[in-house]
Nanobody, 122 residues
Framework: VQLQASGGGLVQAGGSLRLSCTVS????????MAWFRQAPGKEREFVAA????????NYADSVKGRFTCSRDTAKNTVYLQMNSLKPEDTAVYYC????????????????WGQGTQVTVSS
């Protein structure tokens, strides 16, 4: 499985960005996808997860109500719509995939994209 993340950039506080993660090499449909982020000097942390069917989503408390995770199975793409961005959202954002249900634990994901930088200025 290969993942390609894109859509990061520089935005002012209160602005919006949409990240995309295109997936290739899937051998079946029972994959959960997730977004994690890592700020300088910090651990990689869970942001959001979605089942491949889209019937399950989960969000970190810090992004609930501001971020929305969705997918387009026809395009094999998962999105992270980020609204009301804050300077503390600044990080490299990674998409990840695992077989089965979504999880908040990064160690349970075995496929990772290369990361895309999101910078929110105050």
């Amino acid at each position: 499985v290969q993942l390609q993340a894109s859509g990061g950039g520089l935005v002012q506080a209160g602005g919006s960005l949409r990240l995309s993660c295109t997936v290739s090499g899937l051998t079946h449909s029972n994959y959960a996808m997730a977004w994690f982020r890592q700020a300088p000097g910090k651990e990689r942390e869970f942001v959001a997860a979605i089942s491949w069917s889209g019937g399950y989503t989960n969000y970190a408390d810090s992004v609930k109500g501001r971020f929305t995770c969705s997918r387009d199975t026809a395009k094999n793409t998962v999105y992270l719509q980020m609204n009301s961005l804050k300077p503390e959202d600044t990080a490299v954002y990674y998409c990840a995939a695992r077989i089965g249900l979504g999880s908040t634990y990064k160690s349970t994901y075995n496929s990772w994209g290369q990361g895309t930088q999101v910078t929110v200025s105050s």
